[in-house]
């Protein structure tokens, strides 16, 4: 009876920990507003991610077609988020933002870009 009860609570145990590590997610989005006159963009940009323990570092950058660039990095905890907001140097049309993950495990990256007008 004993042993049943202990073989019940470790397969409960560990059926909690593989249920919990397995619902990390990944978020990603970047938009543009004119700002003023002139033709000017106002772009936010931002990469997530939520319950993730081998993501060592996050990172988002954007560029737009006037040659307005910046970039934000982050080492990175299992839920954590990046915000990249950025005012162009003159008037744009038009965009893409990048949105990195780097793996703790692996060192490799998975870039997703958006493209935005």
Sequence with gaps: MKKSIL???LTACTVGAISAASFASFSFDSYATTTGS???FIVTAY???TNEPFIKSIHVSARTNDGTYESRNKEASPTDQVTLIMTTAGAATSGTSWHDWVSAVDEANR???????
């Excluded at 870039?111 to 007008?117: L, V, W």
């Design 7 to 9: 073989t019940l609570a």
């Design 38 to 40: 002139g033709g000017r």
């Design 47 to 49: 990469t997530a991610q």
């Design 111 to 117: 870039t997703k870009s958006i493209n935005f007008r």
